[in-house]
Structure formats: C-alpha cells, structure tokens
C-alpha cells in the first residue's frame, strides 16, 4: 500500500513539474476547436482590439451577434501555446452561452478555484479584479484554457450539442 502511494505521488510531482504548455493544444487541436465553435453558428474573426484583451466573446441574440474575436495586435498567432489558450478560453464563454449558464454544477466551483491558485497563481489575480457576478463566468474559462485539448473540445460539443452531422453541414459551407 505504501509502495502505490509512493508511486501515485511521485507519478503527481513529474506530471506537475511539466510547464503548463504541455497541456496546450497544437495546431491541428486549434483547428479542430475552431471548426467545433464555427458549428455552433459562432463567427470567428480576427480583429485589432481596444485594451489588453487577447480576445473576447460577442452574444446578443436580438442583434444577431455570435463573434469571438481573437486580437491580432495583442495575441501572437504564431505561439499555438497562447492561440489555444485564447481559443479554449473564448470557447468556454460559447459553452456558457449555448447553456445560458455555467459549464460546471456549483459543486465543482470550489475545485476550479483551488486549481487555478495552484496551477494559475496569475489567473486567481487577474479573477480577483472581477464583480462578483462575472467571477465564476471567467474562472471556468481560465480553468478550461488549463485543460487538456480533448477535454475543452468535449466541453463544446456536449454544451452545444453539436454533432457530426452539424460540423459535416459547416464544413460544406
């Protein structure tokens, strides 16, 4: 029994020790991601942006606007680590929308908080500049951007319900 726990915590510490880009998506998950967004009739553009926003997500059904913007002049586009970061982020506020709610029951929320102060000291600061009505909307898409690429992709398809016949019809188009 000692010797599994030993091997659980020293199979924890190497997984740990990894930089968080390992778990970032490639190229061919950014793609993959984009056209699972794009099935959700979502718009992605590429834009110059007001402020420091890496990108940013768009919905008002009256006025027909479903755009996520990633920004050109902020976001590196030739960094994948940080365009999938930006793409599972911006995807998590598609899920939500699609939901019109959050992505994950109340009971994970004190999970997705002690992971990002763990994993994303960086991300706990910039959530702490939050009203409190937007902080669990943006501390899942900071949790999601920490996330293995299948997870986030799973993430949209199930919120969103898309399935293969919807991303056969968007690829068409």
């Known amino acids: 029994m000692n010797r599994m726990r030993y091997l659980i915590a020293l199979t924890t510490a190497v997984l740990a020790s990894f930089p968080l880009s390992a ?3 490639s190229w061919k998950d ?3 991601l984009s ?4 099935a959700t009739g979502t718009e992605i553009v590429q834009s110059n942006c007001e402020g420091s926003n890496l990108g940013y997500y768009e919905y008002n059904h009256d006025k027909e606007i479903d755009r996520m913007t990633l920004c050109i002049d902020k976001l590196n586009m030739k960094d994948n680590n940080a365009v999938w970061e930006t793409l599972a982020h911006e995807s998590t506020h598609v899920a939500q929308s699609c939901l019109n709610d959050y992505v994950f029951e109340a009971k994970y929320s004190p999970r997705i908080f002690r992971t990002i102060r763990a994993e994303a000291p960086h991300y706990a600061r910039i959530l702490e500049s939050y009203a409190s009505d937007d902080k669990l909307t943006e501390a899942e898409a900071f949790y999601m951007e920490l996330r293995p690429p299948i997870e986030v992709k799973k993430m949209i398809i199930d919120a969103c ?7 056969d019809s968007f690829k068409e188009d």
């Open 161 to 167: 319900g898309i399935t293969s016949e919807r991303i």
């Open 30 to 32: 950014i793609n993959q």
């Open 23 to 25: 778990m970032a998506g």
């Open 35 to 38: 056209v699972l967004v794009q």
